[in-house]
């Protein structure tokens, strides 16, 4: 069953994966909720606070509001 392995029981390259992605994860946020909170309101396509709200939906909201949510 996926999911039901503990962490001891994974491989060395499966922990590095899962550590890796966390890593770049939570990157990804923090510079979203920077860009967010320097950012003019006028610079930005929608509320603040909604984007707050998506960019902390795993990589898929960080990397919607850098290609969707900023003004060129």
């Given at each position: 069953m996926v999911g039901s392995q503990r962490w001891s029981?994974?491989?060395g390259r499966?922990?590095?994966?899962?550590?890796?992605a966390t890593v770049v994860q939570l990157?990804?946020?923090?510079?979203a909720l920077v860009d967010l909170?320097?950012?003019?309101q006028d610079q930005?396509?929608?509320s603040k606070r909604l984007w707050r709200?998506?960019?902390f939906i795993n990589f898929a909201g960080p990397i919607s509001y850098?290609?969707?949510g900023r003004k060129k």
């Open positions: 029981e994974l491989s499966e922990r590095s994966f899962i550590a890796g990157s990804l946020l923090a510079a909170r320097r950012r003019p930005i396509k929608g709200m998506l960019a850098f290609l969707f």
